[in-house]
């Protein structure tokens, strides 16, 4: 397949060539050159123009020294795979260094990097839809540097956070006004065709009618050209809608010559054409001198020049001409189409490259044929991790045919799984006829989806009994499926809590592995997570972040930051990057990962990627986005009836009212999530989401902050011997964390800073840190106490890697109030100059922990004049710090 992808991209990554008859678009070339901004949106329907406005700023930007790249995007770019493939190549054509040796060439992180202006372009990007790759496309905007910048055309808004960026001032938009052709435009387009010139009045006619839209006015243009044109055709030309532009292709195609216009209709089927391909499908012209001949007329067809600047070698069919062709030759040839996309399958399958030829066999109705090519490459997409790609097809694939291969219908429902969540695969499951097949390795590896599918519901006693039973029936005849239920039952048994039988099949699972014909590069990312956890439940947080590293680089080459579309590894990655406390790095992992996550379905990872999203919007200041990640993560609980996502939503609205001050709402969001069934399972398994989130720890940091501090230690002591006893060295670390708190609640500040002292021994081995910062300001205040005294201890006695790691901690925190900074002060205090009404809800919102931005956007106010409101407000309270006024504001009854 390798001979292929040079022809690949060099149809994707060259732009269209600017032609002498463009109307040059000054204006717009000017402001993307000129711009700043991180994001050149150009967005208007078809036919305005996008592309070689686009492709006209491109050329002004290399005129000007500035690298540039392009990638004209298509609908299989939603596989991410393939996406960051040709990402990694633009990269390389901006100049930039590649890979060395085998290394993963993490392209983005390129960008990042360059110092060098540059512009990436991005054609028909509303093609993507696919989450991850939208994702990723975001975290090249939001790393993109000084000077670089990111050019998207589209015909649709796409899903970039776009107002955050409109806000900051990281955007320029181009839209439909501004690409519309002036009088004066449209008028040098007209002359540039050397056609008849149209009087004042007749141009003014056109003009108006056609409002601008440049394909309207093209095609016009062609029709005026013909001999003979009726002299009132401006006159009758009306309207500039999608049915303008197909009456008037219909009326240009009638007159082209037998042979162009029987061309046209063949090859309309192909996204870009060569002269090899469009031969394949039409044997008997001469498909290279045709498309000089239609590219020499300009009819409808863009090239694509080489790299080298030298002849065009490929093409594409401007989109409203192709949709048209390919419209007609269903009217006109319904029964060719099968006999063009099978002679276009067969052509890409004897390039070796499966992926078009399958899509043209499904498109052209070959569903056999498409089975018989899936029957040779499904496996290899299985286990390279494809799952998107597979579901698509199989997706259109009628189910009768698909029954007709079975092992075919095992890996649909691999991939069902694997995106459409495990309940749309579970009826699938039920209602195909593979787990009473006649053949032996089919039935076998039926059975072995049982477990999987039950673990990803949330029942684990069920999987663990059907796993125990497929186990028995090993091997199966399909590799995949052999590794996949050693994995799927090495995580079943970690969370029934027997470590040592899981590590003993994750060891299995590899050496399955090694001895296969091909690597799974999908199985090996299942062992390096399963494996993962385990090391993270015991408290080994850099081997376990080493082996969620290797699983989410393992099913691609190519990565950036290690975030593409793996959901499964992609989440746990992300804890323990937000564990380490690299917030950013999580929250762009979060924006590829969290979607798949909540797509598939898997309780511990929504809960996970949506309690991670809502703590790091919490730190930021951004209450409103903290609150809607919990409101998502309930309805997606609710909506796919899993009473313990429910419940992780509602224990972590209960964590964050408890950091805001607010007990009573914490307490009540603490009795919501009190389910006695659902918490008495949770103490029997090892959940990989409660680990360190649980109801009875919970309760414990509510009685240490707003009950009763004796109380908690007692809780507390019962759930370290439990922890302890189990191994569950992780939760021992966070349930030290909180006995300490206790302490220094009850007034003993001597066992407090000791015990702190213990747990920064432990945590700085290994680098723990939210688990410490998670619990707010207390355990600020308690781990300043702790550095007071490890300053006055003696020298020889001082731990450097346990001092280093507390600073971190301390810089982490930022600037803490000393505890009597923050009692308030005598009755006295403020001065006698009321507060205001607006002073009022700022002291409220800098209470719920709102940033400065995040409270300007609520109260419609700039950022300088929250500035000024707090100022003010320090002023009137007497107050050192925003903690400060809070506290005496509280204190004298102003805020709550």
């Given at each position: 397949m390798s001979p292929s992808v040079p022809r690949i991209l060099e149809a994707k990554l060259n732009p269209p060539s600017v032609a002498h008859t463009q109307v040059p678009r000054v204006a717009i070339s000017d402001e993307i050159a000129g711009t700043a901004a991180r994001l050149v949106?150009?967005?208007a329907p078809a036919g305005f123009g996008k592309t070689t406005a686009m492709a006209q700023a491109r050329q002004r930007l290399d005129e000007q020294g500035v690298a540039t790249a392009w990638l004209t995007l298509d609908r299989a770019d939603n596989d991410m795979s393939r996406f960051v493939s040709c990402l990694g190549e633009v990269v390389l054509r901006l100049g930039m260094e590649g890979p060395?040796?085998?290394a993963p060439f993490d392209a983005v992180a390129a960008l990042a990097s360059q110092d060098a202006p540059f512009a990436l372009f991005l054609d028909e990007f509303e093609v993507v839809h696919e989450p991850a790759v939208l994702g990723l496309v975001r975290e090249i905007v939001e790393h993109m540097p000084r000077g670089g910048r990111i050019v998207i055309g589209s015909r649709s808004l796409p899903d970039l956070g776009l107002g955050r960026l409109r806000a900051r001032g990281q955007l320029l938009e181009i839209d439909t006004d501004r690409l519309r052709f002036s009088l004066e435009e449209t008028g040098a387009?007209?002359?540039?065709?050397?056609?008849?010139?149209l009087s004042a009045k007749r141009l003014d006619q056109l003009h108006r009618k056609t409002e601008g839209w440049v394909a309207a006015i093209w095609l016009a243009s062609m029709a005026l050209e013909r001999p003979g044109v009726a002299p009132d055709f401006v006159e009758r030309f009306s309207g500039s809608n999608r049915a303008v532009a197909e009456y008037l292709a219909e009326d240009v195609l009638a007159h082209q010559p037998g042979t162009i216009r029987d061309f046209l209709l063949r090859t309309s089927i192909l996204r870009q054409l060569d002269p090899s391909v469009c031969q394949a499908l039409i044997p008997r012209g001469n498909s290279a001198a045709i498309l000089e001949q239609l590219a020499a007329a300009d009819l409808f067809l863009t090239p694509i020049s080489s790299e080298s600047g030298g002849e065009t070698s490929a093409w594409r069919y401007h989109s409203l001409f192709a949709d048209f062709l390919r419209a007609q030759l269903a009217r006109e040839q319904p029964d060719e189409l099968a006999r063009l996309h099978l002679a276009a399958s067969g052509w890409y399958e004897s390039q070796g490259r499966p992926v078009p030829a399958i899509d043209h066999a499904i498109e052209g109705g070959d569903h056999p044929h498409a089975l018989t090519l899936l029957d040779?490459?499904?496996?290899?997409?299985?286990?390279?991790?494809?799952m998107r790609l597979l579901a698509r097809w199989f997706a259109a694939i009628p189910e009768h045919q698909l029954r007709q291969h079975p092992f075919l219908q095992l890996i649909a429902l691999w991939a069902e799984c694997f995106t459409h969540g495990p309940w749309d695969a579970m009826a699938r499951l039920e209602a195909s006829d593979c787990v009473h097949s006649p053949v032996p390795e089919v039935r076998a590896c039926a059975h072995t989806l049982y477990p999987l599918l039950w673990a990803m519901q949330d029942r684990y006693d069920e999987a663990?009994?059907?796993?125990r039973a497929c186990l028995n029936r090993l091997p199966t005849g399909l590799a995949f499926a052999d590794s996949a239920l050693l994995n799927a039952m090495a995580n079943i048994l970690s969370v029934m809590g027997d470590q040592h039988a899981s590590q003993r099949l994750l060891d299995a699972a590899r050496s399955k592995q090694g001895?296969?014909?091909?690597?799974?590069?999908?199985?090996?990312?299942?062992?390096?997570?399963c494996e993962g956890m385990l090391d993270l439940q015991a408290g080994r947080l850099r081997q376990a972040t080493a082996r969620f590293r290797i699983a989410v680089d393992s099913t691609h080459a190519v990565t950036y930051n290690h975030s593409h579309g793996n959901a499964w590894a992609g989440v746990l990655y992300a804890s323990v990057v937000y564990e380490v406390n690299q917030l950013t790095k999580a929250e762009h992992l979060l924006n590829v990962y969290l979607p798949l996550a909540r797509d598939v379905g898997l309780p511990d990872h929504m809960i996970l990627s949506h309690v991670m999203r809502s703590r790091i919007a919490f730190h930021s200041g951004d209450i409103d986005g903290a609150l809607q990640a919990l409101t998502e993560l309930e309805y997606l609980g609710h909506a796919r009836q899993l009473p313990r996502v429910v419940a992780g939503a509602k224990l972590e609205r209960s964590r964050m009212l408890l950091l805001q001050g607010n007990g009573p709402a914490a307490h009540d969001e603490l009795q919501r999530a009190n389910d006695p069934a659902l918490w008495e399972r949770e103490r029997r398994l090892r959940l990989p989401a409660h680990d360190l989130d649980y109801l009875a720890l919970a309760k414990a940091r509510w009685e240490i902050a707003f009950g009763d501090a004796r109380l908690a230690l007692a809780m507390l002591d019962a759930e370290l011997h439990a922890a302890t006893t189990a191994a569950r060295a992780r939760r021992v670390l966070k349930l030290k964390v909180l006995h300490a708190l206790a302490q220094q609640r009850a007034g003993d500040q001597a066992t407090a800073v000791a015990e702190i002292g213990a747990v920064l021994q432990t945590a700085s081995q290994e680098g723990f840190m939210r688990l410490i910062l998670d619990e707010g300001p207390a355990v600020g205040r308690l781990l300043q106490r702790c550095a007071a005294s490890l300053q006055d201890a003696p020298a020889e006695r001082s731990d450097p890697i346990q001092a280093e790691h507390l600073q971190r901690l301390l810089h982490a925190f930022g600037p803490l109030a000393a505890p009597?900074?923050?009692?308030?002060?005598?009755e006295g205090t403020g001065s006698e100059e009321p507060l205001t009404r607006k002073e009022i809800r700022v002291l409220q919102l800098l209470a719920e922990g709102y940033s400065n931005s995040a409270m300007a956007e609520k109260l419609f106010v700039s950022d300088s004049t929250v500035r000024t409101h707090l100022r003010n407000i320090n002023m009137k309270l007497d107050a050192k710090s925003r903690t400060q006024a809070v506290?005496?504001?509280?204190?004298?009854?102003?805020?709550?």
């Open positions: 949106l150009v967005r060395r040796g085998n387009f007209l002359g540039q065709r050397a056609m008849p010139a040779t490459w499904a496996e290899q997409f299985l286990e390279q991790g494809r663990y009994e059907a796993g001895h296969a014909k091909g690597e799974s590069t999908f199985n090996r990312m299942y062992t390096e997570s009597e900074a923050e009692a308030p002060a005598t506290a005496i504001a509280r204190k004298l009854g102003v805020i709550r």
